[in-house]
């Protein structure tokens, strides 16, 4: 690509208007070309312009599984935490209280798992739907 570009010596200045350059800029953006000028100079010479496509519920579904993600490994690690404590407790009453904090985060931890089912569910019937 470097050699093609060595070449190139000639200029051409073109003024457009605010809408005309943000048409252009549009359609560069979902183009797989990395600068401007790529895509004018392939759209001027009839050359193929391979264009993105993405799907807004595939990019929603992973924002949403990645903030689940990240939750649920919170709740997994405070879970090992208070495995990691009981194990090394020696009184009945600090016992007790890791065990109410167990099932607190037990209970988040399906809660999540429920969110997730409930949500998979929900995606499934619409991609059924198309």
Partial sequence: ??????????????????????????????????????????????????????????????EETIVLTSELRTIGNNINQIAKKVNSLKLLSEFKEQIILFELHRKLLFNKMDFISKHTQKIAEQWLQL
């Fill in 1 to 62: 690509m470097e050699r093609e570009n060595s070449n190139r010596t000639r200029r051409i200045t073109l003024r457009l208007t605010e809408q005309e350059y943000g048409k252009i800029e549009g359609k560069f953006k979902t183009s797989c070309c990395r600068k401007l000028s790529d895509y004018i100079r392939k759209h001027l010479f009839n050359k193929p312009i391979i264009s993105t496509y993405r799907n807004q519920s595939l990019d929603d579904l992973m």
